[in-house]
């Protein structure tokens, strides 16, 4: 039945439909991404590689735990089974340092790696506090710098050596995001994030490359929040105009966030469905999406020499995860319209 549905699938995707048919293809791939996920978490293999600039050895290769276990518990925290849930939260457990967390168990702790957690553990279940996030908090500024503070805190965009411990506007978005439904919602800093958009409608980012990750971390929490409707229409426009035509966005995690960021604002139209069409062909046969050749974040270590440390999800993680969010935004958003016809 599976081959049928996939015969099915391809047919559909050659002669250019508007969606995915649900019920066929759209679940047969939503299952096999799902499985490939579930199987890493299974094994604790659900890392990131890293790279240094200069050749030389990147200490955080193959960690970043914390980081792609928010990503799936993302898209898929629903259908973790008792046993997984406890892995990823029992990882995320051991790595604890007094309430706060780094991007591994030795690196310095950082607000945004904290709020990857604390956001991963309220999808599975657990009730937790964000008050450990306040010793990042910069009362001056009205926003959080990324490690602890040292000396008077600006919004930076540009990577430096330096510049790692300023107010970089994507991990105030995600930190924003976790606050929103809080006590502690009255930090969040809308000018800051107006001031963060470009012109062109997408968000600058610091750590992490291109004009997709930060948009999609802003629109989705001004469409949760309903705040900073200029901005989101701008956000929207600018994912619209920069859609390819063959459906797709600068590369796949591009494409991946575009469509989380549309499917955020509940806007599942034309450009979504294209969008997921493109995305449902790049699928590899074992279930998993895979871009190694794209970094997923950027950490400057030196300036002089200049030793950049970048990190690559060689075994297709965070961009599985997202592809099969998305995709299973696009199944229920199709269920719903179908049941009230």
């Given at each position: 039945m599976?081959k ?18 649900v ?68 990882r995320?457990d ?50 959080f ?16 050596a ?21 006590t ?18 997408w968000w ?32 929207i ?6 859609q ?13 966030f ?15 469905q ?25 950490y400057?270590y030196?300036?002089?020499?200049l ?7 060689t ?14 935004s ?12």
């Amino acid at each position: 039945m599976k081959k049928v549905m996939l015969v099915a699938a391809a047919l559909c995707l050659l002669a250019g439909c508007a969606h995915v048919p649900v019920g066929t293809a759209g679940d047969v791939t939503v299952e096999r991404g799902v499985s490939y996920l579930q199987k890493a978490v299974g094994e604790e293999r659900y890392h990131l590689a890293c790279r240094a600039s200069d050749g030389s050895s990147c200490p955080v290769h193959a960690t970043g735990h914390v980081f792609a276990g928010f990503f799936i518990a993302t898209a898929i925290g629903d259908q973790l089974s008792p046993a997984e849930r406890q892995r990823i939260s029992g990882r995320m457990d051991e790595e604890e340092r007094q309430g706060v967390w780094g991007y591994m168990p030795y690196a310095p702790v950082d607000a945004d790696d904290t709020a990857f957690v604390l956001r991963t553990y309220r999808m599975l279940g657990r009730s937790v506090a964000s008050d450990s996030l306040l010793r990042f908090y910069d009362k001056k500024a009205r926003a959080f710098t990324t490690f602890d503070g040292r000396g008077a805190a600006a919004l930076v965009y540009e990577p430096t050596a330096t510049g790692n411990f300023g107010i970089h506007p994507e991990v105030n978005a995600n930190i924003f995001t976790l606050l929103a439904d809080t006590t502690l919602s009255s930090l969040i800093n809308e000018e800051l994030i107006l001031q963060s958009q470009t012109p062109q409608g997408w968000w600058r980012s610091y750590f992490y490359p291109g004009r997709y990750y930060a948009t999609y971390m802003n629109l989705q929490l001004l469409c949760q929040t309903g705040r900073g409707r200029d901005a989101r229409e701008k956000g929207i426009a600018f994912l619209h105009a920069s859609q390819n035509r063959n459906g797709s966005w600068d590369g796949m995690y591009d494409t991946a966030f575009a469509l989380n960021s549309l499917a955020a604002c509940g806007l599942f139209g034309d450009a979504f469905q294209r969008g997921i069409t493109w995305l449902a062909t790049q699928q590899k046969a074992d279930g998993s999406w895979r871009d190694a050749d794209t970094p997923i974040w950027e950490y400057t270590y030196s300036d002089h020499p200049l030793v950049i440390w970048r990190a690559y999800d060689t075994d297709g993680m965070v961009i599985t995860a997202l592809a099969v969010k998305a995709l299973r935004s696009a199944i229920k958003n199709q269920n719903a319209a179908r049941a009230v016809r």
